[in-house]
C-alpha cells in the first residue's frame, strides 16, 4: 500500500503541557498538507491544513510548521485537554501523482490528568 | 447541517460474499471519497467521485468498486471477499475534491468484518 503500515507510535502528555506531532512526508513536490484527529470509533476530523507556500499556520490552540528542506511536518497543541487524546494524522497531496491525498501511519496522543 | 452518514455501522460477512457500503455526503458536496484503513496499513485512498465520474483511483483490486449517483450519494462494493478485507471504510465529502485545498469531511465508517 502507499501509507506505510507500523506500529503506532505513542505521545504521553500531562494535561496543560504543549504537545508536538512530527511527521515526515515523502514528496518534495506535495504542495498541500492536512492534520486530521481521530477519535476511537469515529471518523477523522480536519484540524488545520497549511499549503507548502507558507511554513507556519496557526489555529485554536493548534499551530501547524512546515519545514520543506527536509520535508517534515509538526502539529503543535497548546496547553493539551485530556480531549486531545486521539490519534493525529498528517496528510500530503501530491499533485503529480494523480493528485490524491496519502495519509501517515498516525501517532497516538495520550493526556494525562 | 447534517454530517456525512454510512450506512451500515457494522457489517459481518463471509469469505466470497459481496457487499455494498452506502455513503450520504453533507448536503451540497460533490466529491465523495473512499478509504480503507486497517491496523496494518493505515488510511488507504480507494477512489473518488465527483459528479457521478470516477476521478481518481487508488492501488485496489478491482474486485472493489464504487458509484456516485446523481444526488452525490455513493456506494462501495466488494466482490469476492477476502479475509484481509476486514477493515474501517470511510468516505469524505468535499466540495470541490479531496485535493483541492478544501476541508474533507470524514463520516464514523463501516467496520466490516470478514469471517
Known amino acids: 500500500g502507499e501509507s506505510v503500515g507500523l506500529h503506532l507510535p505513542t505521545l504521553s502528555v500531562q494535561e496543560g503541557d504543549n504537545s508536538i506531532i512530527n511527521c515526515a512526508y515523502s514528496?518534495?513536490?506535495?504542495?498541500?498538507f492536512i492534520w486530521y484527529k481521530q477519535e476511537s470509533g469515529k471518523g477523522p476530523q480536519f484540524i488545520i491544513d497549511i499549503r507548502s507556500n507558507m511554513d507556519k499556520r496557526q489555529g485554536q490552540r493548534v499551530t501547524v510548521l512546515l519545514n520543506k528542506t527536509v520535508k517534515h511536518l509538526s502539529l503543535q497543541i497548546a496547553a493539551t485537554q485530556p480531549g486531545d487524546s486521539a490519534v493525529y494524522f498528517c496528510?500530503?497531496?501530491?499533485?503529480?501523482?494523480?493528485?490524491?491525498?496519502?495519509f501517515g501511519t498516525g501517532t497516538r496522543l495520550q493526556v494525562f490528568p | 447541517k447534517a454530517g456525512v452518514t454510512q450506512t451500515p455501522r457494522y457489517l459481518i460477512k463471509t469469505r466470497g460474499q459481496q457487499v455494498t457500503l452506502s455513503c450520504s455526503p453533507i448536503s451540497g458536496h460533490r466529491s465523495v471519497s473512499w478509504y480503507q484503513q486497517t491496523p496494518g496499513q493505515g488510511l488507504q485512498f480507494l477512489f473518488e467521485?465527483?459528479?457521478?465520474?470516477?476521478?481518481n483511483k487508488g492501488n485496489f483490486p478491482g474486485r472493489f468498486s464504487g458509484r456516485q449517483f446523481s444526488n452525490s450519494r455513493s456506494e462501495m462494493n466488494v466482490s469476492t471477499l477476502e479475509l484481509g478485507d476486514s477493515a474501517l471504510y470511510l468516505c469524505?465529502?468535499?466540495?470541490?475534491?479531496?485535493?483541492?485545498?478544501?476541508?474533507?469531511?470524514f463520516g464514523p465508517g463501516t467496520r466490516l468484518t470478514v469471517l
Open positions: 514528496n518534495s513536490a506535495s504542495d498541500y
Open positions: 496528510a500530503e497531496n501530491q499533485p503529480y501523482n494523480t493528485d490524491k491525498l496519502i
Open positions: 467521485y465527483f459528479s457521478e465520474t470516477q476521478r
Open positions: 469524505a465529502s468535499s466540495l470541490f475534491g479531496q485535493s483541492s485545498y478544501n476541508e474533507q469531511f
